[in-house]
């Protein structure tokens, strides 16, 4: 009889490999890494789509159809003690065709199409958005923040701080404020902010279900009872913002005027959960996400072409699978 003269600790590790091979469905350039579920090609604004796969440790850009057409490795140099799967944010920037991603525990980097690092801001205090503003500074939020870590940061292109907000400064209410067990500790948990004008932001807290208008560093705006709000956007003459309702149960959410709002878009339970991105596009449509999703709505909130990244996780099958949608950005092609 011949033996299998590999070791027990070589077949073990052979096996894992091929555990976590298989359960990443690992993809390279040219594969279809999503599933064309909806298409109104009339109604569809064309472009490609770029976003973080935290299990393969790489950004992916694919085309609607689903099939990858770039990808960059995020090297260890890069990453340090940062986390991907702690709201890893990605942003297309369109002079350059850079990307600007926003790794938790580690910075915001400008990354090039041949992988170059062309600018980085080295913290522990950015995660879950990051935008590069007209005027090149940028802007970003801690979403881990502890009780004296800053929430909302903005810096020059040479990483001066030229802005920076607390906790203390929101005027919030600590009776309103909520947390997730399951998850790390952070105090307010920042997952968005805009610039809206000279000045003045829109910052999102979800910890504290609501989303404030902010001028000159003081609170002017305050829309609250949005539960686990993601993503508010100016909208008309209102807002747009993500709401997950419940475990697996989002809507995005319209409001019309104080104490007035209405559902934009409703999902079927166990779908499109949580919605998280919300991003306005040039043709007027609205760019979502869930776990495993992404969508364009008409401006009547008709979801007009999707896609499926089917071994992907969705509400609370993502802790199972370690793959999900966090963010998606719009390339314009």
Not at 137 to 151: E, I, M
Not at 218 to 224: M, Q, S, Y
């Amino acid at each position: 009889m011949t033996r299998n003269k590999k070791s027990l600790p070589f077949r073990i590790l052979a096996a894992t490999f091929a555990l976590i091979f298989a359960g990443s469905s690992w993809a390279a350039v040219g594969d279809q890494f999503a599933k064309v579920t909806l298409n109104k090609p009339d109604k569809v604004q064309a472009g490609h789509l770029a976003f973080v796969d935290a299990t393969q440790g790489k950004l992916i850009e694919t085309d609607l159809t689903g099939k990858i057409t770039w990808e960059f490795f995020i090297p260890m140099s890069m990453l340090g003690r940062g986390r991907l799967s702690a709201g890893t944010d990605v942003e297309w920037l369109p002079k350059s065709d850079h990307f600007l991603l926003a790794i938790a525990g580690a910075g915001v980097f400008e990354i090039n199409r041949q992988g170059q690092t062309t600018w980085k801001y080295l913290t522990k205090f950015a995660d879950h958005d990051a935008d590069r503003l007209d005027n090149g500074n940028t802007l970003f939020v801690n979403g881990w923040d502890a009780d004296n870590d800053p929430v909302m940061t903005e810096v020059d292109s040479d990483g001066k701080v030229v802005l920076q907000l607390f906790a203390r400064d929101l005027e919030l209410d600590s009776t309103e404020r909520h947390s997730v067990a399951s998850e790390m500790y952070s105090n307010t948990h920042a997952n968005a902010a805009q610039k809206l004008g000279p000045g003045e932001y829109l910052l999102s807290l979800r910890n504290f279900n609501q989303f404030v208008k902010i001028k000159d560093g003081k609170v002017i705006g305050r829309v609250k009872n949005a539960r686990n709000v993601h993503d508010p956007l100016p909208y008309e003459n209102g807002f747009l913002f993500a709401a997950h309702l419940a475990e697996d149960k989002s809507a995005l959410m319209r409001q019309i005027g104080p104490g007035q709002r209405e559902p934009f878009f409703k999902p079927d339970d166990g779908t499109w959960t949580p919605l998280r991105t919300v991003e306005l596009l040039q043709n007027g449509n609205i760019l979502i996400t869930g776990g495993r999703e992404i969508g364009q709505l008409d401006k009547d909130g008709d979801l007009v072409w999707s896609v499926v990244v089917e071994h992907f996780g969705s509400g609370k099958n993502a802790q199972k699978t370690g793959s999900y949608l966090y963010k998606v950005a719009f390339v314009y092609k």
